[in-house]
T-cell receptor
Framework: EPEVTQTPSHQVTQMGQEVILRCVPI?????FYWYRQILGQKVEFLVS????????KSEIFDDQFSVERPDGSNFTLKIRSTKLEDSAMYFC???????????FGPGTRLTVT | RKEVEQDPGPFNVPEGATVAFNCTYS??????FFWYRQDCRKEPKLLMS???SGNEDGRFTAQLNRASQYISLLIRDSKLSDSATYLC???????????FGSGTQLTVLP
């Protein structure tokens, strides 16, 4: 069964450093998403991406964040200058063109020290 | 603010019990609804979509009441492996942005 994959599973970084989280969506999906979940809190939408551009973003997704599809398989989330409050689980998801069902990857746990 | 509200539980039930979870959503423009399950420190896994006519998948039945903006999930004959947090999810804005509830924790006891 096809699945979304994410790397790394855990990333530790110092405050102010840049991080790039990587995702490989399900191969025939065309919509891609990033969500985050701070420990003990709800899953929160960050951004959706379609046809090589951002289609929606939340208030959380400020200028420190960017997304990119650098090639035909990867989808990345970059945080330019990490803050302590960026520590969270980051989930990538994807969905097909005819379905609104989103399938999530296993997540990257980001710890900012 | 567009929210999805759930009873956080926890629900502790014996194996074989029937358990029901309820959820309300505030955005009347929401078009699509889902139940996900999330195991501790894992990703949300899609359990089922929820349709206006109600739908069933094995031991799981989901119902949607658009007039009341209310969604439910019924689990029959619960198994130990059903122990997880159940997330009620509605789309917000466009159909592609998911808003999650805070989840209802279920523990099925032997």
């Amino acid at each position: 069964e096809p699945e979304v994959t994410q790397t790394p599973s855990h990333q530790v970084t110092q405050m102010g450093q840049e991080v790039i989280l990587r995702c490989v969506p399900i191969s025939n999906h065309l919509y891609f998403y990033w969500y985050r979940q701070i420990l003990g809190q709800k899953v929160e939408f960050l951004v959706s991406f379609y046809n090589n551009e951002i289609s929606e973003k939340s208030e959380i997704f400020d200028d420190q964040f960017s997304v990119e599809r650098p090639d035909g398989s990867n989808f990345t989330l970059k945080i330019r200058s990490t803050k302590l409050e960026d520590s969270a689980m980051y989930f990538c998801a994807s969905s097909g063109i005819q379905s609104y069902e989103q399938y999530f990857g296993p997540g990257t746990r980001l710890t900012v020290t | 603010r567009k929210e999805v509200e759930q009873d956080p539980g926890p629900f502790n039930v014996p194996e074989g019990a029937t358990v029901a979870f309820n959820c309300t959503y505030s955005n009347s423009a929401s078009q699509s609804f889902f139940w996900y399950r999330q195991d501790c420190r894992k990703e949300p896994k899609l359990l089922m979509s929820v349709y206006s006519s109600g739908n069933e998948d094995g031991r799981f039945t989901a119902q949607l009441n658009r007039a009341s903006q209310y969604i439910s999930l019924l689990i029959r004959d619960s198994k130990l492996s059903d122990s997880a947090t159940y997330l009620c999810v509605a789309t917000s804005g466009s159909a592609r942005q998911l808003t999650f509830g805070s989840g209802t924790q279920l523990t099925v006891l032997p």
